[in-house]
């Protein structure tokens, strides 16, 4: 999912501002460093920024992509290394265990057809109806 671009809603209404403003006197001068000259160059560095920010942001998805692509690839890469010390020494080799696997000989074996029991542990509840002596009633999950 690519990241979401960023528009300036501050930047489209300065453009407008600076637009009006033209229209009253290319050069006007309203005293304190406010001219329509700066208020302009103000203007495109906002808009180089914004542009710097959102191709940052492509850039920085491609870079994800590559790199979940990467991490698939080693994914897959790391199995046919393990699958590969099996094919050669064996599942139940020292060097099988060695790579990670876990040798076929020390496997734990369940038993087949039954399930493990949960167990129960009796629940405290205080009871609201009945329990004149605000004693605590026993129940179980």
Known sequence: ?????????VLEKAVRRA????????????GNGLTLPAFSTLIETMRT????????????????REMLETESELGDM?????LAVATRYGKSSVEYGMAGGIPK??????LRGEAPIPTQQPMTV??????QNGKKATATK
């Open 1 to 9: 999912m690519a990241r979401r671009k960023r528009t300036s809603i």
């Open 19 to 30: 637009a009006g403003v033209n229209s009253i006197d290319p050069s006007l001068d309203l």
């Open 49 to 64: 920024r914004e542009n710097a920010y959102n191709s940052a942001l492509s850039s920085l998805d491609k870079l994800y």
């Open 78 to 82: 790391t199995e046919h290394m393990l």
């Open 105 to 110: 000989n020390q496997r734990r074996k369940g």
């Open 126 to 131: 205080a009871s609201v109806d009945g329990n």
